[in-house]
């Protein structure tokens, strides 16, 4: 089955004011970057987004909170935006923080068709208010449910025509469980092959959650913490 | 004299045991992977999604797709494997990952500990942090013993909102090793130089202080 368009603005086709949005990423590695830049274009408002984190200031999703198309951020760690904390403290943008490992698994739940699970993560924490509490084997457990979002767009570095993905490095995080959640699925990939061309052996995330995917026209890739040692 | 924050890695890299995979959180935590001892084979997992992490790359050697939960750009030990977050925090929760460091503003005397927010002033949300202190059969926290302001950080209960209930099992200090069991620090080792004294005057929490208290040895 063909998923490839050829114009990113055929791949974000549809999405509308006031939907929710996964976008993969951890920190500014692995982020769907050429997505992000359409949909500043597009200037859909009132998006709910669902990510680990919220860019930095002028970059990722930080682009979007400068232009106040975010109206609720789903996100586990937000400390690199100042904006994003400002619009937080001043009430602008609405924040659901959520333990990193409870979204992840959240996000696998909500494609996985898991509707919701027990995990120990924030049990007795301002995370597990109002959660169902359940003790197994001596141990607390709060009741986290499944999420799933009108769009999924994610980042790998090669895909198929078939919308398989293989992703690079630690650019994985996020991206194959939102791949799972969304209805509609989107990739943008650095490297756009034929069907065949990449070994089945070696796919992370199979086709059947991609419905769409392109090739992105520029990567820049930008390093939050670039940190290096000498050469001896 | 107090240590600095290399001597707290020092420290809890003495806490290393052969065989072990170890997640570093960010800050002082990150500075233990130097300090790994002669001969031992300890395995560093990163949730971002990444075990055996080596050291910081070359300049010009950086590479945008390879960092470390605090976004440093990393390299990777032969051996090493990448993986989802989900599959991250499943060696996480499910145990496979036997010790975790982190740093913490506040620890009480029962283990409790906060280090994501403090109301109406900084928050920047919890990242890995609760799903590690609830799984994690061994948490030690890297910490300065009193805040900017002087205050004990070392207390009876914590007063900002928690990461963890019962967790801790160790904290490590620019002053002292405190061991936290049946609702109590208990002081196992001081700072070379630093008295027992000192340690008492800096600590809120209820101290259990044993007649003989050896200084650390690094």
Redesign the interface.
């Known amino acids: 089955m063909n998923k490839v368009v050829d114009h990113i603005s055929d791949a974000l086709k549809g999405i509308e004011d006031g939907m929710t949005i996964m976008l993969g990423g951890f920190g500014l590695c692995g982020i769907p970057e050429n997505s992000i830049k359409e949909l500043v274009k597009m200037g859909t408002k009132n998006l709910t987004c669902i990510s680990n984190n919220a860019g930095v200031d002028d970059y990722g999703l930080g682009l979007l909170l400068q232009r106040k198309q975010i109206k609720k951020m789903i996100s586990s760690y937000v400390g690199e935006n100042e904006e994003f904390e400002r619009q937080m403290l001043s009430g602008e943008l609405e924040v659901d923080l959520i333990p990193q490992g409870s979204l992840a698994e959240r996000c696998r739940a909500g494609g996985a068709g898991i509707p919701a699970f027990f995990t120990p993560a924030g049990y007795g924490t301002e995370v597990a208010e109002g959660k169902e509490v359940r003790v197994f084997n001596g141990k607390p457990h709060i009741l986290e449910s499944a999420l799933t979002a009108d769009f999924a767009i994610v980042k790998a570095w090669k895909g198929d025509t078939e919308g398989n993905l293989v992703f690079k490095a630690t650019a994985m995080n996020f991206n194959p469980m939102m791949a799972m959640a969304g209805k509609i699925t989107v990739a943008e990939v650095e490297e756009l092959v034929p069907a065949g061309s990449l070994d089945p052996n070696f796919i992370h995330t199979p086709g059947i959650f991609v419905q769409r995917i392109f090739k992105g026209a520029v990567f820049e890739k930008r390093i939050e913490q670039r940190t290096v040692r000498k050469r001896a | 004299m107090a240590l600095d924050k290399i001597g707290i890695a020092k420290r809890i890299a003495q806490e290393l045991q052969d065989g072990w995979y170890v997640n570093l959180g960010i800050g002082i935590p990150t500075l233990v992977a130097n300090y790994v001892p002669e001969g031992m084979t300890v395995e560093f997992q990163?949730?971002?999604?990444?075990l055996g992490m080596g050291?910081?790359?070359?300049?010009?050697?950086?590479?945008?797709?390879?960092?470390?939960?605090?976004?440093?750009?990393?390299t990777v030990n032969p051996g090493a494997s990448?993986?989802?977050?989900?599959t991250?925090?499943a060696m996480?929760?499910g145990q496979h990952v036997q010790l975790t460091v982190l740093g913490a503003m506040e620890v009480s005397e029962h283990g409790?500990i906060a280090n994501w927010?403090i109301p109406?002033k900084m928050?920047?949300?919890?990242?890995?942090?609760?799903?590690l202190v609830?799984?994690a059969e061994n948490i030690i926290v890297a910490m300065m013993h009193s805040n900017k302001a002087g205050e004990s950080k070392i207390l009876p209960a914590c007063t900002l909102?928690?990461?963890?209930?019962?967790c801790v099992k160790k904290v490590v200090t620019e002053l002292a090793v405190l061991e936290i069991k049946n609702g109590a620090f208990h002081l196992i080792e001081r700072a070379p130089g630093v008295t027992v004294e000192e340690i008492i005057a800096k600590t809120a929490g209820k101290l259990v202080v044993p007649a003989f208290v050896p200084e650390m040895v690094l």
């Open positions: 990163s949730e971002n999604g990444v050291p910081f790359p070359f300049e010009g050697e950086e590479d945008a797709d390879l960092i470390n939960a605090g976004k440093q750009t990393i990448f993986f989802d977050s989900a991250s925090f996480i929760r409790d927010k109406g928050v920047k949300g919890m990242g890995g942090a609760m799903d609830a799984s909102p928690l990461t963890g209930v019962g």
